[in-house]
């Protein structure tokens, strides 16, 4: 924002101190407000790279914690089964099935 304030306050300065500038001052002042407007963008593209670096990052991050998060599942689930299977129990002659308890 105080970009924008310095680039007004030089426009209100110009016409202040030149009620009737001559062409060679109006083309000279122009100049230097291309080269002010040029500074305010070029900060203004680096200030939105490093934000989207920022956010690029943290998607990353977020993205490998997920990864992380289904590898822990898949590895709980196998770690239940392992626990818990379920089997026939032949002594019934039926599909009933019995479980180990888990200990955890």
Known sequence: MQNYVD?????????RLNPSPS????????GRL??????ICS?????????NNDLIKA???????GD?????KEAT????KCYNPRRMNPSLGSDEFR????GI
């Open 43 to 51: 900060s203004l593209d680096l200030k939105i790279g490093e934000q």
């Open 7 to 15: 680039f007004r306050k030089s426009i209100q300065d110009f016409l």
């Open 77 to 80: 689930n196998k770690i239940i």
């Open 34 to 39: 291309e080269n002010q407007v040029f500074n």
């Open 59 to 65: 998607l990353k991050e977020r993205i490998d914690l």
């Open 23 to 30: 062409s060679a001052d109006t083309i000279t002042f122009l």
């Open 99 to 102: 479980s180990v308890p888990i």
């Open 68 to 72: 992380q998060l289904n590898m822990t």
